[in-house]
């Protein structure tokens, strides 16, 4: 056994995730404001990281890492991105994806380069100004991404970049074609804290990750896999399975793989039954940010007196949404239709910069205006 240490988020993350990955203390950050609550004072010596995850579809889970994962998922990060670079730290560093660009530089060898206060176009800049190499990385989620976009002088900068990985939530496609057409190379990531961030890119496996579809559910193994949740066996022995002498974690996602791209369609619990008929809350909201003013698109469930359940969508444009919904009527047919589209002026965030689901789904549960 040894100790695990607690710090706070902004704190020397890298000297202690350093040493972590050394074979010292474990590291747990904590997210600004939070109280770590019952943490154990040890863990397994192979433990390096805990790491909470950020409860955007439900209650938040402690994540057990071992070294070995954490390493091999930054060096099959840096073969799949054509070698080691400078990173500039856009995301809270208490989450996986923080974390993981800290341990991609330290597996670089090279400082990564730290957004000074809140996340701003103009902070952003102001740190890719530094880059003291021409192997530039940067880590976002599609809602950074996007505010960058709207920036010229990010822009400008994006451009500069070897590579901008983009993960934590699906991106909608005009995000990246709007990224593409601007000459900046996205990357879009695929994976979770279970299996130490994102393991598959552009919808292929990086290093050893490993794909399978079981019943309609992404499986993924590989050596990146995390050991489990911190004092859950239950939902451990869930998720973590074995399979023909292989470990797999069970992503709780619906997709399909072609045995060389994996195609995520959305969560397998984020279907309704409206009317009777079955209506994948991911697959609306998929249909609805192809369509011209909705690029951001999110898709609820509401409940509903005549159908039981029924899709609402909330976006901060105003596009005319009489087409929108037709156009999802057309491709998933009419019970997929949203019963109504919220307009808000920003849509609720989470720390990682995920959206806000379960607030969003408040919002659609108030009576119509």
């Given at each position: 056994?040894?100790?695990?240490?607690?710090?706070?988020?902004?704190?020397?993350?890298?000297?202690?995730?350093?040493?972590?990955?050394?074979?010292?203390?474990?590291?747990f950050v904590a997210a600004p404001g939070s109280d770590p609550g019952d943490l154990p004072a040890?863990?397994?010596?192979?433990?390096?990281?805990?790491?909470?995850?950020?409860?955007?579809?439900?209650?938040?889970?402690?994540?057990?890492?071992?070294?070995?994962?954490?390493?091999?998922?930054?060096?099959?990060?840096?073969?799949?991105?054509?070698?080691?670079?400078?990173?500039?730290?856009?995301?809270?560093?208490?989450?996986?994806?923080?974390?993981?660009?800290?341990?991609?530089?330290?597996?670089?060898?090279?400082?990564?380069?730290?957004?000074?206060?809140?996340?701003?176009?103009?902070?952003?800049?102001?740190?890719?100004?530094?880059?003291?190499?021409?192997?530039?990385?940067?880590?976002?989620?599609?809602?950074?991404?996007?505010?960058?976009?709207?920036?010229?002088?990010?822009?400008?900068?994006?451009?500069?970049?070897?590579?901008?990985?983009?993960?934590?939530?699906?991106?909608?496609?005009?995000?990246?074609?709007?990224?593409?057409?601007?000459?900046?190379?996205?990357?879009?990531?695929?994976?979770?804290?279970?299996?130490?961030?994102?393991?598959?890119?552009?919808?292929?496996?990086?290093?050893?990750?490993?794909?399978?579809?079981?019943?309609?559910?992404?499986?993924?193994?590989?050596?990146?896999?995390?050991?489990?949740?911190?004092?859950?066996?239950?939902?451990?022995?869930?998720?973590?399975?074995?399979?023909?002498?292989?470990?797999?974690?069970?992503?709780?996602?619906?997709?399909?793989?072609?045995?060389?791209?994996?195609?995520?369609?959305?969560?397998?619990?984020?279907?309704?039954?409206?009317?009777?008929?079955?209506?994948?809350?991911?697959?609306?909201?998929?249909?609805?940010?192809?369509?011209?003013?909705?690029?951001?698109?999110?898709?609820?469930?509401?409940?509903?007196?005549?159908?039981?359940?029924?899709?609402?969508a909330i976006t901060v444009g105003d596009a005319d949404q009489t087409a929108a919904i037709a156009?999802?009527?057309?491709?998933?047919?009419?019970?997929?239709?949203?019963?109504?589209?919220?307009?808000?002026?920003?849509?609720?965030?989470?720390?990682?910069?995920?959206?806000?689901?379960?607030?969003?789904?408040?919002?659609?549960?108030?009576?119509?205006?």
């Open positions: 056994m040894k100790p695990l240490r607690v710090m706070p988020s902004g704190g020397d993350v890298l000297a202690a995730l350093r040493d972590a990955l050394a074979g010292g203390p474990a590291l040890t863990v397994e010596q192979r433990v390096a990281l805990i790491v909470e995850t950020s409860g955007s579809s439900g209650t938040p889970k402690r994540v057990v890492l071992s070294t070995d994962a954490v390493l091999a998922n930054a060096a099959a990060s840096e073969s799949a991105l054509g070698g080691p670079g400078q990173w500039v730290l856009a995301l809270p560093d208490h989450y996986i994806a923080g974390l993981n660009v800290l341990t991609r530089s330290l597996a670089a060898e090279i400082d990564p380069l730290v957004i000074e206060g809140r996340f701003t176009a103009q902070a952003f800049v102001a740190a890719a100004g530094r880059f003291g190499i021409p192997e530039r990385f940067t880590s976002l989620v599609p809602a950074q991404l996007a505010t960058l976009l709207d920036d010229p002088e990010a822009r400008a900068a994006l451009r500069d970049f070897t590579a901008v990985l983009v993960g934590g939530q699906a991106t909608p496609r005009p995000l990246v074609e709007s990224a593409l057409d601007h000459g900046i190379r996205v990357v879009r990531s695929y994976g979770s804290s279970e299996t130490s961030g994102g393991c598959v890119y552009d919808g292929a496996p990086i290093g050893q990750t490993a794909v399978r579809i079981d019943d309609g559910e992404v499986w993924l193994g590989g050596p990146s896999l995390a050991d489990g949740y911190l004092g859950d066996p239950e939902l451990t022995a869930d998720r973590f399975v074995v399979h023909e002498g292989a470990h797999w974690f069970r992503t709780a996602d619906a997709g399909s793989w072609d045995g060389e791209r994996l195609t995520v369609i959305g969560r397998r619990d984020d279907v309704i039954v409206s009317g009777g008929v079955k209506v994948s809350l991911g697959a609306v909201e998929r249909v609805l940010r192809e369509q011209a003013g909705f690029p951001d698109a999110v898709v609820v469930a509401a409940a509903d007196a005549r159908w039981g359940q029924v899709p609402v156009a999802v009527a057309a491709v998933l047919g009419a019970p997929a239709r949203p019963a109504r589209v919220i307009r808000v002026a920003t849509l609720p965030l989470l720390p990682s910069g995920k959206v806000d689901r379960r607030a969003l789904a408040a919002l659609a549960a108030l009576p119509a205006d």
